[in-house]
């Protein structure tokens, strides 16, 4: 399943996604210096670190929302890095934004046909949502409320399911754990890896660093808009500096 | 009941229909795009002189003509879009304001250029449907069931297709709709054309009832402007129904008094109004 299990691999080389020397930032503040990290198919990949690292804002870069301001982003061998977001979503990658972001005002059914708004991803409206319901049976209930007055884990519930339903080859997730009682971040995690089961990728931002670990083959800490470690999930559970800084043992 | 006021609150009826039109297309632009097209009337005024010209003086049939205006004005709401808005999205609302005011300005001065300000009219002629002791225009019965059937079919395009809810859900968050690979510009592009539209099927329906020249927005504009306000501005629904409550205070007054009362009636409910519920009648 995982592409590869060294985690040591030459850049750019049979990877789904690939960031070469990535530099962002709003206006004259820079949030990414370098960063360079890649995906391989079928990989589950964990960006860890703490507030204010940058972790968002490489999501964002990925899915466009922000240009980088230099460097490479390849996704399936093609050069993606000024590509504007609703090509990207076309191209394969769906972001399940930070703080969820659904549209408030609409039913969850609407929220559902706007992530299946690409042409590709209309002629499997029908078949896609119902493999969104079986995997979130608590929506298929509610498909006629608005999104706005549903609980925060069923909320992210209809987030992950909007993302999912263009059909991604890679999906980012943005902190899906934030703001849910533990025992809903026990579910969000179960359900990362139902999806990948499906055989999706994933790219998943987290602060739940134990958790995170848990369900990811690797992971990439960043620290002020930097990469400081990577590794294999296994290792870097292992790692002293870790262990201190962010599992608190 | 007085068969007069019964009239009258008929014709209030029909009137609000096209009222309720206009204040859809402003609602739709004002909802999707976030700016308030001020020249809503004036691009109407554009859709009246072009439905004159094509019937009166180049002889096109009246419906033919009426279809080409609507295809027209739409084509004027794309243009408005492309060279007054679109350099000005992200710029502070207020300039926005001044760019479409200048607009409206621009506009009426240009068709006083070209055409002069002598009263036109089409010379279409429809009949009076009498109904026992009542009498209704069949132009305004007319306007009124174009209205209807707009407003049900832009109902039915926002609620049923992708499109139409991608467009309900860009104005909840713009930043995200990249996300879903919708591509803004084109949303904006179309709900541009959609909002022409309308107003150019509101000049068909007005053109059968007023004569059109250079400032003749002026007879509808302000008051479009205050049921979209008064209903919430954005708010579909809320236009759609204060088009009606605007039109009963013009029909119903100008039978107790005047026409012209009955106008300064309607701004001053409007301004109490907007003191007991600035947010408007039904705001979200
Ligand atoms: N829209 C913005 N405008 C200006 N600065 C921003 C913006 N968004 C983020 N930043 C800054 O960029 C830096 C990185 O932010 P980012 O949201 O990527 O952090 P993060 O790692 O996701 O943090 P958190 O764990 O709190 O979500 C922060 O210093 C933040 O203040
Ligand atoms: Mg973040």
Known sequence: MAADQNGQRSLGEGAMLTLCNISAGYGSFRALFDVSLE????????????????????MRVISGMLRASSGELVFEGRPLTHVPAHRIVEAGIAHVPEHRR????????ENLRIGAFLPQ?????????????????????????????????????????????????LLLMDEPSAGLAPLVVDQVFDLVRRIREEGYTVLIVEQNLQQVLDVVDRAYLLEVGRIRLSGLSAELKKNPAIRKAYIGL | MDIYLFEAIINGILLGGVLALLALGLNLIFGVIDVVWICYAELVMCGMY????????????????????????????????????????????????????????????????????????????????????????????????????????????LSRTYLGIAMRAIAQDREI???????????????????????????????????????????????????????????MIGGFIAAFVMSQIIAVGGYYFSIEISYVLAFVFFIVLMFIRPQGLLAR
């Open chain 1, 121 to 169: 991803a209309r002629r499997h409206y029908v078949e896609r949502s119902e493999w969104v319901y079986a995997l979130f049976p608590r929506l298929l209930e509610r498909r006629r409320q608005l999104a706005g007055t549903l609980s925060g884990g069923e909320q992210q519930m209809v987030a992950i399911g909007r993302a999912l339903m263009s059909k991604p080859k």
């Open chain 2, 177 to 235: 709709m990249g996300l879903m690979g919708v591509d803004q510009r084109r949303v904006y592009l179309i709900t541009s054309a959609v909002g022409g539209a309308l107003a150019g099927l509101a000049a068909c329906l007005l053109v059968l009832q007023y004569d059109v020249h250079p400032f003749i927005g002026l007879s509808f504009g302000p008051i479009t402007f205050m049921i979209c306000v008064l209903g919430g501005l954005g708010n």
């Open chain 2, 50 to 157: 072009m439905i004159f010209w094509l019937h009166s003086f180049f002889g096109w049939p009246i419906l033919l003509a009426s279809f080409a205006a609507i295809l027209g004005v739409a084509g004027l709401g794309v243009l408005l879009h492309l060279l007054v808005i679109s350099p000005i999205l992200g710029s502070a609302p207020i300039n926005q304001l001044l760019a479409t005011g200048g607009m409206l300005f621009f506009l009426q001065s240009l068709a006083t250029l070209l055409f002069g300000t002598d009263f036109r009219n089409i010379g279409v002629r429809l009949p009076l449907i009498e109904l026992g002791d009542i009498f209704i225009s069949y132009s305004r019965l007319l306007a009124f069931g174009t209205a209807l059937i707009g407003a049900v079919a832009l109902y039915l395009f």
């Open chain 1, 102 to 109: 659904l549209f408030a005002r609409l039913t969850v059914e």
């Open chain 1, 39 to 58: 995906v391989g198919a079928g990989e589950a990949i964990g960006v860890v670190g703490p507030n204010g690292a940058g972790k968002s804002t490489l």
